[in-house]
């Protein structure tokens, strides 16, 4: 009896540090990313964004290349983010996904996107605010390629 129960504590210890540890599946967020952002007002495009991020071992995200296409209010722009990961035992990736653009060119334009990760693909609702023409609001999915 005394060995089944050791046996017993000695594997909820080993699933508890499975799934504190944050290292063993942040691969899964790091790579190229393309968001595809819906305006809420009438469900068009508003631009494309890609992006290619590594998670770091604190939980913030580095952001290598960052494009967004079709916008004027992103001449020249820099990201930052970060992942609160998560996953079960079949190794799929969950969490908290929030990213953030600032424009350099116009400034103070700033692109806002929090979503939940599932797998390979990123939902969740994305805001702009900043000058005249740069203001907005709507859905994202992002991919993993």
Do not use: H, R, Y
């Amino acid at each position: 009896m005394k060995k089944l129960a050791a046996a017993l504590l000695l594997a909820a210890g080993l699933v508890l540090v499975g799934c504190g540890s944050n290292n063993l599946n942040s691969s899964n967020i790091n790579g190229n990313w393309t968001a595809a952002l819906v305006n809420s007002s009438d469900g068009s495009q508003a631009f494309t964004l890609t992006t290619s991020i590594t998670e770091n071992n604190d939980g913030t995200l580095s952001v290598t290349t960052l494009t967004i296409s079709s916008s004027s209010c992103f001449v020249g722009e820099t990201g930052s983010g970060s992942f609160a990961l998560g996953g079960n035992f079949n190794g799929n990736l969950t969490g908290q996904f929030q990213f953030k653009v600032v424009s350099t060119s116009p400034s103070n334009n700033v692109l806002t996107l929090t979503g939940t990760a599932s797998g390979s693909t990123i939902k969740g609702t994305w805001t702009l605010t900043g000058g005249t023409g740069c203001q907005g609001s709507g859905n994202f999915t992002m991919t993993k390629s």
